[in-house]
């Protein structure tokens, strides 16, 4: 948090009161700091020094053009989901031999969009979608790159929702039919198998569970190699957890790579990381407002300008998120909820907590938001989605403009028969 600071009594991010950036933009809004982008990014890039490596971005942890720009310029890679994350990676300035796109149900005009763009590689999730591609590649006249996402059965510890690599995961394929694939591959035109893939889960705050997936899925690497496959690429996947709670500590990069860089070395692959929260979460915060106190029996309610739509993880994953006031405070009150106006009882920042005794029309900070933040943001209860600010240094910019009504409304057709 030290992009995140304060002065006085002021909260900054970099060179810019927060107070400042609220008064000016209105609430709630998202900032994010160029800083700490920078800072997460460089702590992987060294971390990874001495092996071959890329480091792609998890799009889906905040697909904002103004900080993909920003990670593209660091010379960071891109790792997609959909057509629409492509549509980000390629117009923020991605390199697209440093994107890669993962994804169990790749549509065919995102499998035609990726071709198109000449992607590094396809992270197959099936047989189907295989042949799929296979089919597709041979049709335009391309040859497709892909590497096959396996599943080494991980518990990761991590919450069920975000847990990827168990047995019965909709993720991937078992070992087992992985060498199904790659022989399958072998009579295939248009595809051509350069790399392995895996990854178990998100908020992963152990190193056991990286580890023995890791050690798994690099046995695949090997294994495929001796069959003559020419896997160049080892893509570990993303899943480095963050500390959300002050008292938290949670393995570093460097600790990370420690504890696999003998295992990555003998696969003599290059290995691509695909971190999104390590590199985002921590470089932002939502600003939101405090529009009433109220009190229920014991109960004390901060209730905010920002819900369960602008900032979903609470409300999801009972996700903790520390929050602060951003200009000094006068105190705290105990065992308070500090909620939002959606007509929803889940609809909470935090929970039964310690929170700023802030009044009405103070304004507060909801911690580590950079990540999964906006991106999950959803215009419930026609709610116009936040305002997003980058700060770089002592100068900031809207990087993208809070909602309209008329924008809640776009697209949408009344048939004359009505
Ligand atoms: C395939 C893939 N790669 C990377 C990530 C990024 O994960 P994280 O943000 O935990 O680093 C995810 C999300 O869990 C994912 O599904
Ligand atoms: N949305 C999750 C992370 C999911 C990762 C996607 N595979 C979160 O906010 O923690």
Redesign the pocket.
């Given at each position: 948090m030290e992009d995140f600071h304060r002065e006085g009594e002021a909260l900054y991010c970099e060179g810019v009161p927060l107070g400042e950036i609220a008064a000016a933009v209105g609430t709630p809004t998202y900032v994010y700091s160029h800083a700490a982008l920078e800072r997460a990014y460089m702590d992987l890039v060294d971390a990874f020094a001495g092996l071959d490596f890329m480091v792609c971005f998890?799009v889906?942890?905040n697909s904002n053009l103004a900080v993909l720009r920003s990670l593209a310029a660091m010379g960071a890679g891109a790792d997609i989901v959909s057509g629409g994350e492509l549509y980000r990676a390629v117009r923020a300035g991605f390199d697209p031999k440093k994107i890669v796109f993962a994804g169990v149900g790749k549509t065919e005009s995102e499998i035609v969009a990726g071709l198109g763009e000449r992607i590094l590689l396809f992270n197959v999730e099936s047989a189907s979608e295989l042949e799929c591609i296979e089919r597709l590649a041979s049709i335009h006249g391309k040859k497709a790159r892909v590497a096959l996402r396996v599943n080494p059965g991980v518990e990761t510890g991590t919450?069920e929702?975000?847990s990827?690599g168990h047995e019965n995961s909709k993720f991937g394929v078992p070992v087992e039919e992985a060498l199904q694939l790659a022989e399958r591959i072998e009579s295939y035109r248009c595809v051509e198998l350069i790399g392995v893939h895996q990854?178990i889960?998100?908020?992963i705050s152990k190193l056991a569970p990286h580890v023995e997936a890791i050690e798994k899925s690099a046995e695949l690497v090997k294994e495929l190699k001796g069959r003559g496959h020419d896997i160049r690429y080892f893509n570990i996947g993303g899943g480095l957890g963050v500390p959300y709670r002050g008292d938290e500590t949670l393995p570093s990069p460097l600790e990370f790579v420690d504890a696999i860089r003998p295992t990555l070395k003998e696969t003599q692959a290059k290995i691509i990381c695909e971190m999104?929260?390590y590199i985002a979460a921590r470089a932002g915060v939502l600003l939101t407002k405090v529009v009433y106190r109220k009190r229920t029996g014991e109960k004390s309610y901060v209730v905010s300008d920002a819900g369960m739509n602008d900032l979903?993880?609470p409300s999801?994953?009972g996700?903790y998120h520390e929050v602060v006031p951003v200009n000094g405070s006068t105190g705290s009150v105990a065992g308070a909820d500090l909620v939002g106006p959606v007509c929803e009882s889940g609809d909470f920042l935090a929970r039964e907590r310690d929170l700023p005794d802030a009044g009405e029309g103070e304004v507060l900070a909801v911690l580590d938001s950079g990540?999964?933040g906006f991106t999950?943001a959803s215009n419930y209860n026609s709610r116009p989605r936040p305002a997003e600010v980058m700060v770089r240094g002592g100068r900031w910019a809207v990087v993208r403009e809070r909602e309209h009504y008329a924008d809640l409304v776009k697209g949408e057709i009344v048939p004359a028969f009505l």
């Open positions: 998890a889906k942890a919450h929702h975000i990827t990854h889960g998100s908020q999104g929260r979903l993880r999801l994953y996700a990540a999964y999950m």
